[in-house]
């Protein structure tokens, strides 16, 4: 039997997947996360039980399933680093499409019909707006972005298909810690603009390297919308809760609709650490885009959603604190460094 109330959870010993978890425990859910810790945390599955496996195992997928009987997924296992898709464009068609298919086919066989995924802006590729709407042509420019559309694109034929319903959510930049300080990000070779910042302002890096000083922006550096992981996890829970309760498909894009500048996040962390943060001008990154801001209107209006944790103080501060007690830890406290959590689950 099928129960309600369980969740799978793919990567849920990861940075959002965690956070998901702790939403979906605090509204009564039981999340089961499904992690192969490649790059999640064991130490970050607090709200459920964590089982070890690869999307790509169906037998292993087969048999936790059969275990806990979900009645919904919440998809976030996925390789990410937009860099490294580029480099090694195999190993994300592999990890992500691949995987994502092993995993939908478990759904469909054993009964599964909801599936919450986790997307990215992306899909959209380079933005011909600056506030980006759900309509936006799909062009993404990246392997990253190319593996993330096929899965959206996958589930998508899958509901029309086979009658399982979805609600694909469009990220735009995650950032930020849980405010009670029990999760965070912890990972070695961090490529985002916050974590980095982070470690600056903790003697960990000498500097700050800004990418781009000459755009067609207020002050020439390159605007972002800024999300924090806790209102991502909870529009991911009032997502489930709509489809369950509507039975409709979702494509929503979370964001804040308000865009901060490269200058403008290292200013507030400047304030907030009273550390130096010293910065140093270079070239642009390939493939940034100068503006990226969402119009995420259509979440707030059906989810009833509003994020409340995303000024980018609050970004800071909470991603600040979660830094601060990482560095009193040395790193080996409740999360190791994702390397080291590898060595050990071998
Ligand atoms: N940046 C710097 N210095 C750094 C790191 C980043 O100046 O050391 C700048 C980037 O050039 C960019 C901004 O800070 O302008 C934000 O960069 P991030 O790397 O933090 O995030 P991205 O905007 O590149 O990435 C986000 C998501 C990806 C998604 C991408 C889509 O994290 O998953 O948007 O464009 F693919």
Not at 107 to 132: C, E, H, K, W
Request: charged content about 20%; overall charge neutral.
């Amino acid at each position: 039997m099928i129960n309600e109330k369980v969740v799978l959870v793919t990567g849920g010993a990861g940075y959002i997947g965690s956070h998901a978890c702790k939403a979906l425990k605090a509204n009564g859910y039981f999340p089961v996360s499904y992690d192969n810790l490649i790059s999640g945390n064991e130490a970050a599955v607090k709200w459920g039980p964590l089982e070890v496996g690869d999307i790509r195992d169906r037998q292993a997928l087969s048999a936790v399933i059969k275990k806990y009987r979900p009645a919904s997924i919440m998809h976030f296992a996925a390789l990410i680093q937009v860099g490294d898709s580029v480099k090694n464009p195999a190993e994300f068609y592999d990890n992500n499409i691949h995987g994502s298919q092993c995993l939908l086919e478990e759904a469909r066989q054993n009964g599964i019909t909801n599936m919450v995924f986790s997307s990215t802006a992306a899909v959209y590729g380079s933005p011909l707006s600056d506030a980006i709407t759900e309509a936006h042509p799909l062009r993404p420019i990246n392997p990253y972005g190319n593996s993330k559309l096929a899965m959206e694109n996958m589930i998508r034929d899958y509901s029309a298909a086979y009658g399982s319903q979805y609600a694909i959510l469009r990220y735009f930049n995650a950032a930020g810690a849980d405010d009670d300080g029990q999760i965070g990000t912890a990972y070695k070779t961090d490529t985002h603009l916050v974590p980095l910042l982070m470690q600056v302002a903790s003697d960990k890096l000498p500097q700050i390297q800004i990418f781009g000083t000459d755009y067609d922006t207020h002050d020439g550096t390159a605007i972002r919308d800024y999300i924090h992981v806790m209102d991502l996890a909870e529009a991911h829970v009032l997502a489930l809760r709509h489809m369950m309760k509507n039975k409709g498909n979702l494509t929503l894009n979370l964001g804040t609709n308000n865009g901060q500048s490269v200058r403008e996040v290292v200013n507030t962390v400047r304030r907030i650490t009273g550390h130096t943060v010293p910065a140093q001008e270079f070239d642009r990154r390939t493939g940034d885009p100068a503006v990226l801001v969402a119009n995420a209107t259509e979440a707030q209006r059906i989810l009833n959603w509003q994020p409340l944790y995303s000024d980018i103080e609050t970004i800071v501060s909470t991603a600040w604190a979660w830094r601060r007690k990482q560095n009193k830890q040395g790193h080996r406290g409740a999360f190791a460094p994702d390397t080291e959590q590898r060595r050990l689950a071998a």
